[in-house]
């Protein structure tokens, strides 16, 4: 089944891009709207996985665009497109789960992940199995199967590590990118929590912890392997 999205961007130009973009992904229906009242009718219309909204410093900025969603009692999963150096000062104050951020410029490619990211986490269980390994991922039941009777729990910031690294493919996942996307910039979060969770992700995937074969260190930043 796709998943249902709905844009809006105040550039012209910019929206058209993107929807030209994010279209060539056959798992996606995008409904671009012209304004935020457009995207309260698309709700009302309409169940969706995922709102997308741009910002600018003039009649979209973030506060006004954010209040404008706490005042329609909006509740779904919404993606800030925002100006860069914003994000920690927002993310910081904002206290929604499910609002996320990306900063202004960024390449394509960036922006289709962080989306896969996000959906993934309002995925059915028949699109969240993924191959690591000799393992079996199952993010929604916070595990991994090792053949039909070893199993082996996760944390929800283990998996949500393991998805963002699934999700970037071949591609090294820096260490700020982590950070961003799974902890949302938290204020007691630093690289040692993250350091921290790889660890030990690591004692309970690796045969030999270190020397890590699934989780890979790479540029500064983390892969995933293959066996």
């Not at 229906?29 to 600018?56: A, C, R, W």
């Not at 497109?81 to 390449?107: C, K, Q, S, W």
């Not at 991994?144 to 699934?166: F, R, S």
Request: net charge positive; hydrophobic share 40%.
């Amino acid at each position: 089944m796709k998943k249902k999205i709905v844009l809006f961007e105040p550039n012209k130009l910019l929206i058209n891009t993107l929807l030209e973009q994010m279209s060539l992904n056959k798992d996606l229906e995008i409904n671009k709207v012209s304004n935020l009242e457009g995207v309260q009718n698309q709700l009302m219309k309409s169940p969706f996985d995922l709102i997308i909204i741009g910002t600018n410093k003039e009649a979209y900025s973030l506060s006004l665009v954010r209040k404008f969603i706490k005042e329609a009692k909006i509740t779904n999963n919404v993606l800030f497109m925002i100006e860069a150096g914003l994000v920690r000062t927002f993310a910081l104050a904002d206290n929604t789960d499910n609002h996320y951020f990306i900063e202004r410029p960024f390449r394509i490619h960036h922006f289709n992940k962080k989306i896969s990211t996000i959906l993934a986490k309002v995925s059915n269980p028949n699109e969240l199995i993924h191959k690591l390994g000799p393992f079996i991922f199952f993010p929604l039941k916070k595990a991994l199967m090792l053949g039909e009777k070893t199993k082996v729990e996760l944390t929800e910031k283990e998996v949500d590590i393991l998805q963002c690294l699934i999700n970037s493919g071949q591609e090294t996942v820096d260490r700020d990118t982590l950070l961003k996307t799974v902890w949302n910039y938290s204020p007691d979060v630093t690289t040692h929590t993250l350091e921290t969770h790889i660890y030990r992700l690591r004692q309970k995937l690796e045969i030999d912890a270190s020397i890590p074969r699934l989780i890979i260190s790479k540029d500064g930043g983390f892969t995933i392997g293959s066996l």
